[in-house]
Every structure is written in structure tokens, then in C-alpha cells.
């Protein structure tokens, strides 16, 4: 009976219209984001080559023409003359392409001066708000000390962050899990109710209503866990051919704690393999809970969309409270409420000054009160009165 419900689940999941729809434009999101809008998105302080040898030649002219009219001697009021200005940014500039010419990283790492396009930056914050490029800018320095002594081979994607394991990484610190976790709701959001539309095989099934229940939850959240791991080894094998597949030692940036309370915290790093696999307790429980979640909202509720706009008010909720200067809600610590974990890949990093450990404690209890929830509501609403 087990293995006739759970087949009969993932088969209904497969076949539903909606959910091959949501597959299909995630399938066309990766290739999109890896074929083009990557390949096309300029890294922290990249340059553009094309647009560098122009302003060499800009510069060219314009020292030779100063020097040309014997214009060479430095203002009174600046201290300098546009003759030196741009005899010195065409020495820069010069030494900035051969090196890219040469495809030497560490040099290009090593040479401080960069062409910096301001406009492009705003771009950037705006057009890739789902990744966490903004919060891991500011780690460029201790991740290029990595690079310069240790990254064996390094490559230009490799510092740009377009490696594999370096997009997850982004995905997660960003707003990666909230992503993850709407598209579960979306496809899970009519499993329990579907069987209302099927009274005269359902209602009189010899099984055990909760557990009924639990075995349908648990098979949706397989078939979408199988999709989620298929679509990130497609994107993993794609991406890593494309940039590479990076390295699980390469740095990823943390706020370290203080030494006093005397003190500010620091920036740190930490390897990408460890923030992976501290992801994954939160990634797993997060995703069940929300599996439950929408259990008992389909007992309770007992429509499809009307439960699927119930959760993800769950899920969006700390989005109407929250902000930097947020601690405390309705006097207890932010600490002790599920939802300030659900942006996980924050608080590993600790950019939310989070406790790791308490987060998994906290969201444990809350899973113990979503079943003891679903038992109450299972023993409440007979299975004879929610499918008829």
C-alpha cells in the first residue's frame, strides 16, 4: 500500500500541466543564466578590453598633444597637469592589458589599478538581485590572499566568481532559498487536495489517515528533492564546462566574531565545501517543514491555491518585519523564530549574527509542532468528512 501511494503520488506530480511548466522554465533559467546572461555579466572590478584600449588611446593623444605644445608644467591650485594625468592612467592602463593579453591572473591580481565603471556596477546590483553579489563584494580582499598563494590552478572565472560551486554559493546567500522553496510550494500545493475530485476511491482506503497523509508529503518532497538535484547537476555540469567547476577549498566570505565586545567583527573566509554542507541540515529541514506546512493547510483550507497563497505568506513573512536594525520581535530575540533562518546561507556566514546551531534547534521544535499539528488535524477532520 505504501509503495501504491507513493507511485501513485510521483505520477500525479509528473503528469500535472503545472508543475511540467514551472520544470521547463527552470530547465530554460539555467541555460539562460549560464549561456548567456553570465558569460555577459562583468565581474568585481573586470575589465573591458575593448573599452580599456580605447581610453589608452584617448590618453595617448592626449599627453602627446600636451606635449606637443610644451604643456607639461603642473597648475598652481591641483599640483599636477593633464599632460601627467594621462601619461600616467596610459602607463597604467598599458600594464593592465599586457597582462590580460597574457592571461597572467596573478599578475592581474598583484597590479592595483583598475578602470572602474560605475554605471555598469549599478547594473549589476539591479539585474542579479537573486545572488549575493553585493555581500560578498566586500571580501575581496581576504579571497584574493587565497588566490595569490594558494589557488592551484587559477583561472579569470575563478576570481570573477563564475564557477560552478561559486554560483551556488552566491544562489544560497542570496535569495537562493527563499527561490527553492517558493517552486516547492508551487508544485506541492495540490497533493493532499487533488484526492477531494477522487471521493469514490479514496474515501474508503485501509490505511491509516495520518500516516496516508505523511507517505503522499514525503513522496511529493522526494519528486521535487530529485528535481532540484537534477537540475543542479545540470547546472553544475553545464556551467563547469563552460567556467569552470571551481575548487571546494576556494574562500567564501564570513563575519568573523569579535574578539571582545570592545572590538567590531571582521571579515573572514571560510572553504565553499564547508558552507555547502552546513547548508544541506538547513536546506532539508526547511524543505520538509514547508511539506508539512502545506499538509496541514490543505486539511484545514481544503483549496489548492488559497493553500499555496497561505504558505508562501509563511515563507515572505519575516519580509514585512525585518530589516538591519530588526533584534527583537514582540520583545523575544530574532534568534528563537523559525523564520529568521530561512535565508540560511546568511546566517552560516553569520552576516545576520545568527547562532548556526540554534537555528537547526529552532527549527526541529517548530517541525515537533507543525506534526503535532497535522496528527490533531488528522484526528479532527476524518478522512470520510475532508473527501466527501
Not at 565603471?117 to 538581485?129: I, Q, V, W
Not at 532540484?228 to 553544475?236: A, N, P, Y
Not at 556566514?349 to 546551531?357: A, C, F, I, K, V
Not at 534547534?361 to 509542532?369: E, F, M, Q, R, Y
Amino acid at each position: 500500500m505504501i509503495r501504491q501511494i507513493m507511485s501513485e503520488t510521483v505520477t500525479y506530480m509528473w503528469r500535472n500541466k503545472k508543475n511540467r511548466l514551472v520544470m521547463v522554465l527552470c530547465l530554460g533559467g539555467v541555460l539562460l543564466h549560464s549561456l548567456i546572461l553570465l558569460p555577459n555579466r562583468p565581474g568585481a572590478n573586470e575589465v573591458d578590453i575593448t573599452q580599456l584600449e580605447r581610453q589608452m588611446e584617448a590618453n595617448r593623444q592626449t599627453f602627446e598633444d600636451q606635449l606637443e605644445k610644451g604643456i607639461t608644467v603642473p597648475t598652481f591650485f591641483t599640483g599636477t597637469s593633464a599632460y601627467e594625468v594621462a601619461r600616467n592612467e596610459y602607463v597604467n592602463q598599458r600594464e593592465l592589458l599586457t597582462v590580460l593579453n597574457n592571461g597572467d591572473v596573478r599578475r592581474y591580481l598583484e597590479i592595483p589599478y583598475r578602470p572602474v565603471d560605475k554605471e555598469k556596477e549599478d547594473d549589476l546590483g539591479r539585474a542579479f538581485a537573486i545572488q549575493g553579489y553585493n555581500d560578498e563584494q566586500y571580501f575581496t580582499e581576504q579571497k584574493t590572499d587565497y588566490y595569490l598563494n594558494k589557488a592551484e590552478p587559477l583561472t579569470f572565472h575563478m576570481v570573477h566568481e563564475r564557477t560552478s560551486l561559486q554560483q551556488l554559493h552566491l544562489f544560497l546567500i542570496g535569495k537562493g532559498p527563499y527561490v527553492l522553496l517558493l517552486i516547492l510550494l508551487f508544485m506541492i500545493s495540490d497533493v493532499i487536495i487533488k484526492d477531494r475530485s477522487l471521493r469514490t476511491q479514496k474515501a474508503g482506503v485501509p490505511f491509516n489517515w495520518f500516516n496516508y497523509l505523511f507517505i503522499q508529503s514525503v513522496a511529493a518532497l522526494g519528486f521535487a528533492t530529485v528535481f532540484f538535484v537534477g537540475l543542479t547537476t545540470l547546472f553544475i555540469l553545464l556551467n563547469g564546462l563552460l567556467h569552470g567547476f571551481g575548487s571546494f577549498a576556494m574562500p567564501v566570505g564570513i563575519i568573523k566574531e569579535a574578539a571582545s565586545a570592545y572590538l567590531p567583527p571582521s571579515p573572514s573566509t571560510m572553504e565553499i565545501g564547508t558552507f555547502l554542507v552546513k547548508s544541506l541540515p538547513y536546506l532539508i529541514v526547511l524543505m520538509y517543514g514547508f511539506t508539512r506546512l502545506n499538509t496541514l493547510f490543505s486539511l484545514i483550507i481544503k483549496h489548492d491555491t488559497v493553500t499555496f497563497i497561505a504558505s508562501v505568506f509563511v515563507l515572505l513573512f519575516p519580509q514585512l518585519y525585518y530589516s538591519a536594525a530588526t533584534d527583537k520581535l514582540f520583545g523575544i530575540p530574532l534568534s528563537f523564530y523559525p523564520q529568521s533562518y530561512y535565508s540560511f546561507g546568511e546566517v552560516i556566514t553569520n552576516r545576520l549574527g545568527l547562532p548556526y546551531d540554534r537555528g537547526l534547534v529552532v527549527l526541529a521544535v517548530t517541525l515537533l509542532i507543525i506534526e503535532i499539528l497535522n496528527y490533531t488535524a488528522a484526528k479532527s477532520i476524518k478522512r470520510q468528512a475532508y473527501l466527501r
